[in-house]
C-alpha cells in the first residue's frame, strides 16, 4: 500500500523559505519519477518540478519556469523523502501543492500519467 504523506507547508512572508517534506512508503519501485505540484484557488493544477529517480533518469531534473532558479527538488533515499526547498517565494507561489509518485522514470508534466497522490500540504504567501 504506496502512501505519500507531505509536511512543511504553512505561511511565509514574501521573500522569505520554506521546504516541503513528502514522505514515501509501501514504495519499493527502482526506477520512477516523483513530482510536486500545486494548485492555486480557481487554477488549473501545475507541474513544479520532477526528479527521475533510480539509474534510468540519472536523477534528471525539470522545473516550471516560474519556479526555477528559486525552487529546488531532491530525494533522500535514506530517508524515504521528497523535498521541494522553495526560496525567494513569491504571493503568486500561494497554492496546495502535492507530491506525487509514477512507476515510469520517464517524467512529464501531465499529472493524469502519476499513479500515487499525497493529501497536499497549502503553502501561503502574503
Known amino acids: 500500500h504506496v502512501q505519500l504523506v507531505e509536511s512543511g507547508g504553512g505561511s511565509v512572508q514574501a521573500g522569505g523559505s520554506l521546504r516541503l517534506s513528502c514522505v514515501v512508503s509501501?514504495?519499493?519501485?527502482?526506477?520512477?519519477?516523483m513530482g510536486w505540484f500545486r494548485q492555486a484557488s480557481g487554477k488549473d493544477r501545475e507541474a513544479v518540478a520532477s526528479?527521475?529517480?533510480?539509474?534510468?533518469?540519472?536523477?534528471?531534473?525539470y522545473y516550471a519556469d516560474s519556479v526555477k532558479g528559486r525552487f529546488t527538488i531532491s530525494q533522500d533515499n535514506a530517508k524515504n523523502t521528497l523535498y521541494l526547498q522553495m526560496n525567494s517565494v513569491r504571493p503568486e507561489d500561494t497554492a496546495m501543492y502535492y507530491c506525487a509518485a509514477a512507476r515510469s522514470w520517464r517524467c512529464t508534466t501531465l499529472g493524469d500519467r502519476f499513479n500515487f497522490w499525497g493529501q497536499g500540504t497549502q503553502v501561503t504567501v502574503s
Open positions: 509501501g514504495w519499493s519501485d527502482r526506477n520512477y519519477c
Open positions: 526528479i527521475s529517480i533510480g539509474s534510468m533518469g540519472g536523477g534528471s531534473t
